[in-house]
T-cell receptor, first 115, second 113 residues
Framework: GAGVSQTPSNKVTEKGKYVELRCDPISGHTALYWYRQSLGQGPEFLIYFQGTGAADDSGLPNDRFFAVRPEGSVSTLKIQRTERGDSAVYLC?????????????FGPGTRLTVL | GNSVTQMEGPVTLSEEAFLTINCTYTATGYPSLFWYVQYPGEGLQLLLKATKADDKGSNKGFEATYRKETTSFHLEKGSVQVSDSAVYFCAPTLSGGYNKLIFGAGTRLAVHP
């Protein structure tokens, strides 16, 4: 079946602009996660959704970052007033129930470049 | 809080050599433990996992055993192939009833013929 998909695959924007990154999880997965991966580093947790609600947003770096999942499926990560330091690969993952033993399935990522 | 320390890379091996990539973690409670792999140009994919003490995860000839007493989850393979060249990430969950992964920095493996 279809895996996790993310769009766009690449996004180049200018400092100060607003961007939206989209994630389409595996059908039927209730848990959805966003991570950020900087060059040469492991992914860093941003936010976790269980259904429509953000159960843990402790990894969002500041209030310029916001994410939604209005119908419990597709999620959008929104970044306002982008800064050069926001440049990274943004990864989305989903899992069936979000329990501690669940496997997370990752999408291919969106590479964000802020000029 | 929870953290993970992974062997620094790059690790360079000849084909058919034995591989060990060390991973230790600190955690409250008993996390689940995962190894993910990122092949060149591809996304992260699960390699193996173990969800309780003394469990052994295995896949594609790789193995790792959940060692609670040493808080370790070292990755091993008896005979590596060129196609195993990738970046490997150790990732325990942050205990709390849900699956929040804490990733190590990754270990790059290069296998030469």
């Amino acid at each position: 079946g279809a895996g996790v998909s993310q769009t766009p695959s690449n996004k180049v924007t200018e400092k100060g602009k607003y961007v939206e990154l989209r994630c389409d999880p595996i059908s039927g997965h209730t848990a959805l996660y966003w991570y950020r991966q900087s060059l040469g580093q492991g992914p860093e947790f941003l936010i976790y959704f269980q259904g429509t609600g953000a159960a843990d947003d402790s990894g969002l770096p500041n209030d310029r970052f916001f994410a939604v999942r209005p119908e419990g499926s597709v999620s959008t990560l929104k970044i306002q007033r982008t800064e050069r330091g926001d440049s990274a690969v943004y990864l989305c993952a989903s899992s069936l129930e979000g329990t501690e033993t669940d496997t997370q399935y990752f999408g291919p990522g969106t590479r964000l470049t802020v000029l | 809080g929870n953290s993970v320390t992974q062997m620094e890379g790059p690790v360079t091996l000849s084909e058919e050599a034995f591989l060990t990539i060390n991973c230790t973690y600190t955690a409250t409670g008993y996390p689940s433990l995962f190894w993910y792999v990122q092949y060149p140009g591809e996304g992260l994919q699960l390699l193996l996992k173990a969800t309780k003490a003394d469990d052994k995860g295995s896949n594609k000839g790789f193995e790792a055993t959940y060692r609670k007493e040493t808080t370790s989850f070292h990755l091993e393979k008896g005979s590596v192939q060129v196609s195993d060249s990738a970046v490997y990430f150790c990732a325990p969950t942050l205990s709390g009833g849900y699956n929040k992964l804490i990733f190590g920095a990754g270990t790059r493996l290069a296998v030469h013929p």
